[in-house]
């Protein structure tokens, strides 16, 4: 009955809608159906807490929901560009300056290293799970398989808030940066409307109009998208060794002193905020079903792409202190000030243009990321399954595609900046911190091998690890316990981790694997947890109300059609086993 509805499916026209499309489940075949279903609501919930995905269903049973396959066109060198495309944006020229004279000073590179740092933990442990599991969900797919499904359906939806709110940002930074190169008011091109809230009351038409055009060239093809960024990401490239040989050569050592004016406390509060340059990195690993040689591509585009970023950064950052005492450098414009200091005014052009480049190579490769997440969401049955159909033709999710191009332009029309950064970056350090976890997870618990007492063990080592970053986060910003704390939190975490480190690890990397586990992976999650909590009471606030919802979702919708298809597949993976018994039987 499944095939037939399969074969039926692949047969009709990709422009369709319908109730099958939308909600094929059982749970929502009529009102009855449903109301069943809700009666049922806690048992099913405590069956999808304890459910765990396995790689085949990921990488073969659900794609078959997708109907027509994404085409396997990318190769490391699209990838490292892909990579480089989506992190190199306009951060870099806007916060830098900010940092550098509120917190840093020139120690604003060693902020950069260490939130380079922070990124490139993440990207090892999403390359070994891009490399293992090649699939377009990214780190759903991975929090599935090693966390449950009720764990990924949180990071689903955070997901989903920071594919809206990122976008939605990046939409609405283009329109400034584009408006301050024809005026001085980055808000010349937005209309006000006194009916509305602060923070809502500026629309942005043009912000809009920037994400339809980036989207519609995701929605066109991979491969042509891919060719698209990597071009304007070389010239990027120009521009960025354009403005270091200038730095570098008309700057002083004597700038460089006093190199910590704010002390560490500077070097961490700068660190907190300049990591967000670094974001995108994630959306790449989204990219691994269309990948022509995932073990070896993957690898080199991603880990390798960041190396370099980080490595970039941290000159740009040392350039522009070096040319400018951090007490005069220009908060809002740094690099154009800077340069129109030396004569070089024409900088000022080159350098938004750059920025209006990065932005909009951002907004690309964030639109091919996003659609890619959303498919293996709506795969699962998490979101109506008709997001996960792929067009036979481009070999792109084109609803998938459609679905962020609608919701980020409705929120980039209305929202300003500041509403949006604390969503995203709360939303992105979570599921960067999850994504650890997993790892550790993947790496010393496989169901049937792993006794109950190494278990037990691990657990233990795992709630320790986090319980002490939590710990050394909250003696940070408390200002209270003195060195004291920090050295208690540092020796909790390290025995955490040194004890995971003495218990056996159940399954080995195939092909690559993240060094120095679990020391790495734990790393990163203390970063990731230290970084969340830098963040405001409004970032937390706004991340409960937005969590409230999904779960709210989630009991009503998602928890029923997910419960339908595992138990589906289940059946269906039984019979199959059946069938094959029957028939080496009679041979």
């Known amino acids: 009955m499944d095939a037939q509805k ?3 499916r692949s047969s009709s026209s990709y422009w369709r809608w319908s109730k099958q499309d939308f909600y094929p489940e059982e749970s929502f075949a009529n009102f009855a159906s ?44 699209d990838l490292i560009w892909l990579c480089f495309g989506s992190v190199v944006g306009s951060g870099i020229f806007v916060i830098t300056g900010q940092e550098a004279h509120d917190h840093a000073g020139p120690a604003i590179v060693l902020s950069y290293a260490l939130s380079g740092l922070s990124a490139l933990l993440s990207a090892f442990c999403y390359t070994e799970f891009a490399v293992e599991i090649p699939v377009a969900g990214g780190s759903f797919s991975y929090l599935r398989i090693e966390l449950g499904d009720f764990i990924a359906f949180l990071a689903a939806g955070n997901i989903l808030l920071e594919a809206i709110v990122g976008a939605a940002g990046l939409g609405r930074s283009w329109t ?34 920037v994400l339809v055009v980036a ?20 010239i990027s490239a120009g521009v960025i060794v354009l403005i270091l040989a200038i730095g570098f050569s008309h700057g002083h050592v004597s700038n460089l002193n006093p190199f910590l004016p704010y002390g560490a406390s500077g070097v961490f509060t700068a660190a907190a905020v300049v990591y967000w340059s670094y974001t995108g990195f994630d959306m790449v690993a989204t990219m691994a079903e269309e990948t022509k040689k995932p073990s070896r591509d993957i690898p080199i585009g991603l880990a390798g792409s960041m190396t370099v970023i980080t490595v970039i950064y941290c000159l740009m950052a040392l350039a522009l202190t070096m ?15 800077a340069f129109s200091r030396i004569g070089m005014e024409w900088a000022k052009y080159v350098v938004s243009i750059c920025a209006l480049k990065g932005m909009a190579t951002s907004l690309l490769v964030g639109a091919l990321g996003q659609a890619r997440y959303m498919t293996q969401i709506a795969r699962s049955h998490m979101i109506p399954p008709w997001f996960a159909l792929v067009h036979p033709k481009t070999g792109t999710p084109i609803y998938a595609t459609l679905l962020i191009t609608l919701l980020s332009s409705v929120v980039a029309f209305f929202s300003s900046l500041d509403v949006l950064s604390s969503v995203f970056s709360f939303s992105t350090l979570s ?10 997870v993947r790496r010393y618990y496989v169901k049937g091998e792993t006794p109950k007492s190494d278990l037990g063990k691990f657990l233990v080592c795992l709630f320790v690890i986090v319980a002490s970053c939590v710990g ?9 316990g003195g060195w004291i704390g920090y050295v208690v939190a540092v020796i ?43 963040l405001g009471s409004e970032a937390f606030w706004r991340f409960l109300i937005c969590t409230a919802v999904m779960i709210l979702y989630y009991l009503l919708v998602g928890l029923h059609a997910t419960y339908d298809v595992a138990h589906r597949i289940g059946q269906e993976s039984k019979v199959e086993d059946g069938k094959e018994n029957v028939d080496h039987g009679l041979s």
């Not at 069956?47 to 085409?71: A, F, G, P, W, Y």
């Not at 040319?323 to 000030?337: C, G, P």
């Not at 159940?506 to 992976?521: D, I, K, N, T």
């Open 492 to 534: 909790f975490w390290f025995l955490g981790t040194l004890g995971m480190q003495l218990l056996p690890q159940r399954r080995a990397p195939q092909l690559w694997g993240v060094p120095l586990v679990p020391y790495l992976p734990s790393l990163s999650i203390g970063m990731n947890i230290f970084l969340i909590g830098s």
């Open 6 to 8: 399969q074969e039926n």
């Open 215 to 234: 989207n519609s060239i995701a929605m066109a093809g991979t491969k042509q998208a891919s060719c698209l960024n990597w071009i304007s990401s070389v």
């Open 323 to 337: 040319m400018q005492k951090y007490t005069e450098i220009d908060r809002n414009a740094a690099y154009s000030v």
């Open 176 to 209: 400034s940066y584009f408006a301050s190169m024809i005026k001085d008011d980055p808000d010349f091109l937005r209309f006000h409307v006194k009916g509305l809230a602060e923070g809502f009351n500026l629309l942005d038409p043009m912000a809009v109009a």
């Open 34 to 77: 449903y109301r069943k279903a809700l009666s049922q609501t806690f048992p099913r919930l405590r069956d999808r807490i304890l459910d765990r995905s396995t790689q085949s269903r990921e990488l073969v049973e659900l794609r078959k929901e997708s109907v027509n396959d994404m085409k396997r066109c990318l190769s490391w060198w």
């Open 472 to 480: 050394g986060t909250a003696v940070w910003h408390s200002n209270t």
């Open 431 to 440: 599921i960067f911190m999850l994504v650890g976890i997993a790892l550790l």
